[in-house]
C-alpha cells in the first residue's frame, strides 16, 4: 500500500513538474514579448500545449492499459469492473462529449461571471491601498479584432489542458489516495492560482475562486467537458475585453 502511495505521488509530481514547473518558475518573465506580438504568442502557446494534452492523453492510457490484467481478473471473479476499464479517460471526467454539455458550460460559465463580480464588489470595499495592491501583475491583451478566432482557439485548449490536469487528474487522483474531497480541490486550486501569481495579487484570487467553484463542480458531476467550456469561454471574454483597452482599437 505504501508503495503504490510513492508511485501514485511520484507519477503526479512528475507530471506537474513537466507541464506547469516550468511555468511556475519563471511566471511573468516568459511573457516579456506577449504584449508586443500577441499572435504569435498564442500561437507559440498552442504549439506547446497541443503535444503536451495529447501526450498527457496517451500517459493516462498506457496507464490504463498497465492495469488491465488487474481488471482482467477482477471479471474473472465476479468482481464489478473498475469505471476506467471502460474508457482509459472517462474517470478523470472525459467520457463522450454530449449536446447537453454545451448549455451546462453556459451555465458554468454565468455562474463563474456571478461569482468573480460578487468577489470584485467585496474588494471595492478595501481601502485605497488595498486595491491600489490589486493592480500589479501582467495583463495579456489583444491588439487586433483579427486574433479573434485564434484567441478563441488558445482558450479552448488552454482549458481542456488545465481542467485535465487541476480539475479532473489531480481531484480524482488525490480521492483515489483517500484524501478527502474538499481537501484534493484545496490543493488542486491552490496549485492551479499559484501558476497565476504573475497576474498579481488580483489574478490569484481570480484563481482560486474558478479553482474553487469549478473542483467543487468536477467532485459532483465527473464532467470535464462542461468545466473546459466555461473555462474556454472566460479566457476569450477576458481577451476579447481587453481590445477595448488596446491602442488604437474602437
Known amino acids: 500500500m505504501k508503495r503504490s502511495l510513492l508511485r ?21 518573465r516568459s511573457l516579456a514579448g506577449a504584449n508586443e506580438s500577441p499572435g504569435r504568442f498564442m500561437l507559440e502557446a498552442l504549439l506547446t500545449a497541443l503535444p503536451q494534452l495529447a501526450l498527457f492523453l496517451y500517459v493516462l492510457w498506457l496507464r490504463d492499459r498497465a492495469a488491465s490484467p488487474g481488471a482482467a481478473v477482477s471479471r474473472e471473479a465476479g468482481e464489478e469492473l473498475p469505471a476506467s476499464h471502460s474508457s482509459p479517460w472517462e474517470r478523470f471526467g472525459l467520457g463522450r462529449l454530449r449536446a447537453r454539455d454545451l448549455p451546462a458550460g453556459l451555465l458554468i460559465f454565468a455562474g463563474t461571471l456571478a461569482l468573480l463580480g460578487a468577489v470584485s464588489l467585496a474588494l471595492r470595499l478595501l481601502p485605497p491601498p488595498g486595491r491600489e495592491l490589486l493592480e500589479g501583475g501582467f495583463r495579456f491583451a489583444l491588439s487586433d479584432w483579427r486574433l479573434v478566432p485564434l484567441a478563441l482557439a488558445f482558450g479552448v485548449v488552454t482549458g481542456y489542458r488545465e481542467e485535465l490536469f487541476f480539475r479532473g487528474y489531480l481531484i480524482t487522483r488525490f480521492v483515489d489516495m483517500g484524501v478527502p474531497g474538499a481537501a484534493a480541490v484545496a490543493a488542486s486550486c491552490l496549485l492551479f492560482a499559484l501558476g497565476h501569481l504573475y497576474q498579481g495579487p488580483a489574478g490569484f484570487l481570480t484563481a482560486l475562486c474558478i479553482g474553487i467553484l469549478f473542483g467543487a463542480l468536477f467532485l459532483r458531476s465527473r464532467n470535464l467537458h462542461r468545466l473546459a467550456i466555461a473555462h474556454a469561454l472566460y479566457n476569450t471574454l477576458v481577451l476579447v475585453a481587453s481590445l477595448w483597452a488596446a491602442p488604437g482599437s474602437p
Open 8 to 28: 501514485n505521488l511520484l507519477e503526479m509530481a512528475l507530471l506537474f513538474a513537466a507541464f506547469y514547473l516550468p511555468g511556475l518558475l519563471v511566471q511573468g
